[in-house]
């Protein structure tokens, strides 16, 4: 059977500033999509992390369907009248236009999808990540498709062998989709060079090369590409498959073990460590740490198996002590070097429009034929 899983997720509205969508908006987004989408949606699944609202969706009508977009749109509509109704922060932060235009790409919402035949035991996991961007996912996607220390499957799988070929959009160019297709392991330098810019050059998707199914996706929508000012971080979504043909579950989430920093938290202009946390999970800590959760499922005919939650295992409390260290150190900088991010990358606009004053008392120091410097008239 072949079906298509479609994850669209927005900030609506949260409790106490950015830290957790109330569970009256939350419902009323869920009933929503449940109502209105009996004709179009095979399944859903309804979640949060930080301060957003997630839907997944099962259908039979392809990427990119209009209705079903429309669908996830009405609902985040709903649950920003929610939002407001409540006097929640940020109502409809994320919704960037006053009307749908038969895609949410591009509106402000973060979205991901697959389609593929289902095998006879489909599992796939949902990646929702807050307080950061779409390269958050660069290095966890890196590591489990393309570095056996990671992913044992690389040398044991005789198909896995084959490798992946890495679909990496340059997420910068905003007149188009401006992507590149890198096969590992031949070209692997090559990925790894534009996947360590994280703000610049983001995986968009990826295939096995034995069989061109596609293993993973990942939203690669940047807010202040589309609304010119900040909005918030992207808060991105990935969707991966698993077993078989592709990493196993657990390869495919060792490389969160590390806790890498990645861009966001606080006002979304800082560096901070990616933290795996449980399903629902709220923000804290200047607004962060950066956060992901992961639901894995079973789909059967479109239907899902009830979510296991992959971070829900006192393995990855471990984690979150080491990870929470790291966040305490590099916040311990402030506003000093690599805790901050660069000027091109500041999404509130205090710094950039200082350094415009100051620029105008810049002077330039000029020498005399004897060596000595004169302050610039």
């Known amino acids: 059977m072949k079906i298509t899983l479609s994850v669209i997720k927005a900030d609506v509205g ?41 839907l997944l969706m099962s259908h039979e009508r392809g990427i990119d369907d209009s209705k079903v977009h429309e669908l996830a749109w009405d609902a985040f509509m709903a649950g920003t009248q ?24 591009g509106l402000g919402p973060a979205s991901c999808e697959l389609e593929f035949e289902e095998r006879p035991g489909e599992p796939f ?72 810019d994280n703000e610049r050059f983001v995986v968009e998707s990826i295939r096995a090369r ?43 989430l060792s490389p969160y073990r590390l806790g890498h920093y990645v861009a966001g938290t606080m006002r979304g202009s800082h560096n901070g460590p990616l933290m795996p946390v449980k399903l629902n999970s709220t923000i804290s800590f200047f607004d962060g740490p950066p956060v992901v959760t992961g639901a894995a499922f079973c789909v059967h005919e479109g239907k ?39 000027y091109s990358e500041l999404e509130y606009g205090g710094v950039v429009e200082k350094l415009g004053h100051l620029e105008k008392r810049f002077t330039v120091r000029k020498e005399d034929g004897s060596g000595h410097r004169h302050k610039a008239a």
């Not at 990855?316 to 590099?330: F, G, H, L, T, Y």
């Open 304 to 342: 899902f198996t009830e979510p296991v939650d992959v971070f829900d295992h006192p393995f990855w409390d471990w984690v979150r002590n080491n990870v929470s260290q790291k966040a305490a150190e590099i916040r311990q900088q402030g506003f000093s070097g690599p805790a901050m991010l660069p």
């Open 210 to 252: 034995a069989t061109g199914d596609v293993a993973a996706v990942v939203s690669t929508s940047r807010l202040h590409n589309i609304a010119g000012t900040y909005t918030g971080k992207d808060d991105p979504v990935a969707l991966v498959r698993t077993q078989g043909n592709f990493p196993a579950t657990g390869e495919v």
């Open 82 to 105: 929610e939002a407001k109704s409540q006097g929640l922060y940020g109502a409809g932060q994320d919704l960037l236009k006053e009307a749908f235009s038969g895609n949410v790409r």
């Open 125 to 196: 996991v949902f990646f929702a990540a807050d307080k950061t961007d779409p390269g958050a996912y660069n290095l966890p996607l890196y590591l489990a498709f393309a570095d056996p220390m990671h992913c044992a499957g690389l040398l044991l799988s005789p198909k896995m062998a084959h490798g992946f070929t890495f679909t990496i959009m340059d997420v910068n160019h905003t007149e188009g989709d401006r992507v590149i297709e890198l096969n590992a392991p031949e070209e692997l330098y090559d990925i790894a060079c534009l996947l360590r």
């Open 14 to 54: 949260s409790i106490g500033g950015h830290i957790k969508p109330s569970a009256k908006l939350k419902g009323t987004v869920e009933e929503f999509v449940r109502e209105r989408g009996k004709k179009l949606l095979i399944d859903c699944y309804v979640s949060s992390t930080g301060d957003d609202v997630a």
